[in-house]
C-alpha cells in the first residue's frame, strides 16, 4: 500500500494478507470525515466495500458503496439552479478532492439571466493564488488577491463553505475562515452555481 498525506508520499506498507480478501474500511479515533472517495479499476473484486465509522462516542454507522465508483460524484464542469436563491444566512457547502495534476478550478454564484457572475472564486495552485471577482457583460472586475494562506494543495480533500451576508461572501475552507468578497452584485439575483477546471465534486449542498 502507497500512503500520501496532503498530496505528498508518506510510506509504504507490505502486503501481509491477501488483497483480494480485503472487503471493509475503518475509520476510528477522535476525527471528523469529509469526505470517501475511490479511483482507480476494480478489476478483482466483484462485491460492494463495506465501510465501517466508529466515532468518538461508540456510534456505528455503515455504508455500501461500488469499488472505483463514489456515488455521490459529480460531473465537472458543473452547473446547477439554487432554489429561492440567495439571502442573508444562506450557506453552501462544497465537498471534494483537487486533483492530484491540478492548476486551477474555480467556483461561481451566477445570475443566469445576464450571464453575469456576482462572486467568482478561484484557487490557482500554479500561482499560489485564490482569486476573487465579478464579470458584467463579459467584463471582469479588479482582482482580489489578498491571503492568509493556501488552504488547497493537489491531491487533498475539502470542504468550502460560502456564507452569505449583508455585506459580503464569507469563504471558509475545512472550517477555517480565508477570505471576504465585498457584494458587487446584488446577491438576491443569484440563481445559480458553476464548478469548473482541475477539481472533482462529490457533494453540493446549497
Known sequence: FKVS???QHFLEYRHRLPLCSIDRLGIEGDVHINNISFSGQAVSLQHSLHLTYILPHCQLFFFNCNLGVSENRKAVPFLAFIQGGLYPGKKIMILGNVKSNADRFQFNLKISS???IAFH???RLCE???V???RISGNWGSEERQMKYMPFAPGQAFQIEIHVKDNCYQVFVNGNHVCDFVHRLPFNQV???EITEDVIITQVHY
Open 5 to 7: 498525506v496532503n498530496g
Open 114 to 116: 445576464l450571464d453575469n
Open 121 to 123: 472564486f478561484a484557487p
Open 128 to 130: 499560489n493564488a485564490l
Open 132 to 134: 476573487r471577482n465579478h
Open 191 to 193: 440563481d445559480q452555481i
